[in-house]
């Protein structure tokens, strides 16, 4: 007669398998979602990872010459020195408008950086592996009488020499993004959102 002991054993292990099978039916949405949960740790630190890699973007502004319609213009950018980024990006602009002529300090915008550029994630950039990051809030003029304006300087022309030779043209200004909200897009789902203060307290990379 065998050990009825046993069963209990049986029926957890037959559950244990059909709970498996069933797991791959699950829709890829839902299984990568779940596998690509992030604590808001490790979001940060991969948001500032992506700024400190990257040297240029894509920021979006509402237009005036276009009747309120988004504009988007690729831009330069520098958060510090290479291995010393601290995540706010600065800026070498001379306009925004498709016509310029308008006021670029104070003006919302929206700073777009992909992974796609650096080679690490080895997929289309729209693919969900290949991370986003979209940074929104005010551009804010530094003027040269602002002690920020040194760092904003060596941050961009260590970076981006070839601005050195831009300074010539007085229509050149330095800028920064005053960040008010942060998104980071990786795997399926809604993008995590940062405050400034979580994205900001990682050490510099």
């Given at each position: ?14 559950a244990?398998i059909?709970?498996?099978l069933?797991s ?5 949405v839902t299984?990568?979602?779940e596998?690509?949960?992030?604590s ?6 991969k ?5 400190a890699?990257?040297n ?8 005036v ?5 988004p504009?988007?213009n690729?831009?330069?950018f ?12 600065y800026f ?5 408008e498709?016509k310029g002529?308008y006021?670029?300090n104070g003006t919302?915008?929206?700073l ?7 080679g ?6 729209q693919n969900?592996n ?6 929104t ?5 530094i003027?040269?009488e602002n002690?920020e304006i040194k760092?904003?300087q ?6 981006h ?5 831009w300074q010539?043209?007085r229509?050149?200004?330095?800028y920064?993004l005053?960040?008010?909200d942060?998104?980071?897009f990786?795997l399926?789902g809604?993008?995590m959102h940062?405050?400034p203060?979580?994205y900001?307290k990682?050490p510099?990379?």
């Amino acid at each position: 007669m065998k050990n009825s002991s046993s069963s209990p054993l049986f029926v957890q292990l037959g559950a244990l398998i059909l709970f498996f099978l069933l797991s791959l039916l699950r829709s890829p949405v839902t299984a990568s979602a779940e596998i690509g949960f992030m604590s808001p740790e490790l979001a940060a630190f991969k948001a500032r990872w992506l700024m400190a890699k990257n040297n240029w973007g894509i920021l979006s502004t509402i237009s005036v010459d276009l009747g309120g319609a988004p504009f988007g213009n690729v831009v330069s950018f520098s958060d510090g020195e290479p291995g010393h980024g601290f995540g706010v990006p600065y800026f070498y602009l001379a306009k925004l408008e498709p016509k310029g002529g308008y006021e670029i300090n104070g003006t919302r915008a929206a700073l777009t950086v992909s992974e796609d550029p650096l080679g690490t994630c080895r997929k289309d950039a729209q693919n969900p592996n290949c991370s986003r990051i979209s940074l929104t809030g005010k551009l804010k003029w530094i003027s040269l009488e602002n002690p920020e304006i040194k760092f904003a300087q060596v941050a961009l022309f260590t970076k981006h020499p070839e601005m050195k030779d831009w300074q010539s043209y007085r229509s050149f200004q330095i800028y920064k993004l005053d960040l008010e909200d942060i998104f980071l897009f990786y795997l399926f789902g809604s993008p995590m959102h940062l405050t400034p203060k979580d994205y900001l307290k990682v050490p510099p990379i």
